[in-house]
């Protein structure tokens, strides 16, 4: 997310199926990482026909990208559901991962965010073409920058994950509790990068700024508005969004690591290609990052979800379970290409992404974890994914993406994902 969900990253696009899925280098797994195998499938009596190519594509991904352990749930009323898990949950030991291990979900939080202001917008306390200045009048050129285009990632206000200080301080006090004004004077110190509404640029200024909107207006903490309009009415018992003081992580969960530190990896979490032979044998090993504070994320990224209770939010996020109808055809409706001039490239809207015509969601990435969340409504299908590691150490792409392209292109086929672009995020993405 971070910078997206460094928080997250937002929605990272999915290359076309025909690029090669395994083969992206040497394989770089760590010495001390038990070589990832696959459970048997847990949604169904009889396996789906997919489930055998996948049980031997995701194990050669994750050695190829080192990523520890991965756990994936598909469930598909055409194809048939099935989950499974691989890898380990720990490092330098055999922990098997679990459909019930808690994940930092990064910029899948954003969802979140961008749900309680269309409530908002639906119940007529806001408008989407309200002024951020109506609500935090310190935003330069705030009486410009309307409610929507921070939601729509179209606003032009600077990321603070991107600022070097910033960065420093997460290495040197990971466990800091930042304060929504701590993040936003960091931001809103450096200049614009473009005009409201001219363009897309993913920032997780954007969203900070829409939790204060939500805490303004509701008059309860952000944790307290996502608990009522969102996870209870779901039933989501084992989601939230953690209070600043509380880094911990709910048991179960498997342990989160990250190749480099947040100022090594302002500009990529690729590892620098002549140090990737260490980390195929071993000496080079990713940060365990499980206890860092993820205050610094908050509505852009700090909420933890499991992938059960991510599957029930995903097909509600996508097909209208918490929206009004005419609110729900809004969102998607709102859904634009983030490069102008490729409409099939990746698309993103009222906190919302398009991977690929009508597979919807987002995806996740915090220091130590990513996941990569979508609904299909052309047929009901709903994919979820979490990877303990934040990123492939390859290419620096999100790790649950890596893992996800596999997924979409055995279940769908290669005109089913867009062909690559450029990322709908920034590269240093934590959120």
């Known amino acids: ?27 770089v797994t760590p010495a001390t990482q038990p070589a990832p195998t696959g459970s048997g499938p847990a949604s169904t009596s009889a396996a789906p026909d997919y489930a055998s190519t996948l049980q031997t594509q995701i194990p050669e991904i994750m050695k190829e990208n080192a990523i520890p352990g991965a756990v994936v749930l598909i469930e598909s009323p055409g194809k048939g559901s099935w989950s499974a898990t691989f890898g380990t949950a720990q490092l330098g030991a055999t922990v098997p991962m679990s459909l019930d291990d808690h994940l930092r979900i990064g910029s899948n939080a954003k969802t979140m965010t961008s749900t309680v202001i ?62 929504p004004d701590e993040l936003l004077a960091i931001a809103l110190r ?10 897309f640029e993913y920032s997780n200024t954007n969203t900070v700024l829409l939790g204060a909107v939500i805490e303004k207006v509701t008059g309860m903490s952000a944790s307290e508005a996502f608990e009522k309009r969102i996870f209870e009415p779901l039933g989501l018992k084992n989601t939230s969004l953690p209070a600043a003081d509380d880094a911990s992580i709910p048991t179960p969960h498997a342990r989160g690591y990250q190749f480099g530190t947040n100022v090594d990896t302002i500009d990529s979490y690729a590892v620098p290609s002549d140090r990737l032979p260490q980390v195929s044998d071993g000496t080079l090993l990713p ?57 099939s490239g990746v698309g993103y809207g009222l906190g919302i992404a398009q991977f690929a015509p009508g597979v919807l969601g987002h995806d996740g990435q915090l220091p130590g974890y990513s996941s990569f969340m979508v609904h299909n409504l052309a047929t009901d299908d709903t994919i979820i994914i979490g990877v303990n590691l934040s990123a492939s150490p390859i290419k620096g792409e999100n790790a649950a993406v890596v893992v996800a392209k596999a997924v979409i292109a055995t279940l769908y086929g290669s005109s089913a994902t867009p062909a690559e672009t450029t990322s709908s995020t920034p590269t240093p993405t934590s959120t």
């Not at 997310?1 to 394989?27: E, Q």
């Not at 200080?165 to 040197?172: P, S, V």
């Not at 450096?190 to 363009?199: D, I, K, L, R, V």
Request: with cysteine; aromatic share 6%.
């Open 1 to 27: 997310m971070r910078r997206p969900s460094r928080v997250p990253v937002i929605a990272v696009p999915l290359v076309a199926a025909t690029m090669s899925l395994a083969g992206c280098g040497g394989g």
């Open 190 to 199: 450096h200049p614009a990068n473009f005009e409201p509404g001219t363009q």
């Open 287 to 343: 940060i365990d990052q499980t206890e860092a504070s993820p205050s610094w994320a908050w509505t852009a990224g700090g909420a933890i979800s499991t992938p059960r209770d991510l599957a029930v939010y995903a097909k509600a996020l996508v097909t209208g379970g918490l929206l009004k109808p005419e609110t729900q055809k809004l969102r998607i409706d709102s859904i634009k290409p983030t490069v102008a001039g490729q409409p």
């Open 118 to 179: 269309l409530q908002l917008v639906e119940e007529g306390s806001i408008s989407l073409d309200d002024p951020i200045s109506d609500f935090r009048p310190d935003v330069p050129n705030g009486e410009n920058i309307t409610i929507a285009q921070l939601s729509e990632m179209r606003s032009g206000l600077y990321s603070y994950t991107f600022d070097p200080g910033f960065n420093k301080t997460l290495d040197d006090d990971p466990q800091k509790a930042w304060t």
